[in-house]
């Protein structure tokens, strides 16, 4: 059963960083590509960013720039480090592989 875990969401400034994490269980994490999507209520889910089991990234392009997307195959993690937050970043934050999701994690801009 593959299982996805995010953490790190929280409310911040603007201007302001925070780092996300997923961690991923039941699947042979280092050969599949991971992703992290955002939703705010009311629209759809967004593509942030990604990443492919050789470490290759795509960004959206209301965060180039701004966030990097990593991974760490030992231990089975992908992360979101997300700089110079604004407000239109806030949103619930969802790790995916593979067609699972996590649970999501909320991240709120505000000051």
């Known amino acids: 059963q593959v299982q996805l875990v995010e953490s790190g969401g929280g409310l911040v400034q603007p201007g302001g960083s925070l780092r996300l994490s997923c961690v991923v269980s039941?699947?042979?994490?280092?050969?599949?590509?991971m992703a992290w999507y955002r939703q705010v209520p009311g629209k759809q889910r967004e593509l942030v960013a990604s990443i492919t089991s050789g470490g290759t990234t795509n960004y959206a392009d209301s965060v180039k720039g701004r966030f990097i997307i990593s991974r760490d195959n030992a231990v089975n993690m992908v992360y979101l480090q997300m700089n110079s937050l604004k407000p239109e970043d806030t949103a619930v934050y969802y790790c995916?592989?593979?067609?699972?999701w996590g649970q999501g994690t909320q991240v709120t801009v505000s000051s």
């Open positions: 039941g699947t042979n994490f280092r050969i599949y590509a």
């Open positions: 995916y592989t593979r067609r699972y």
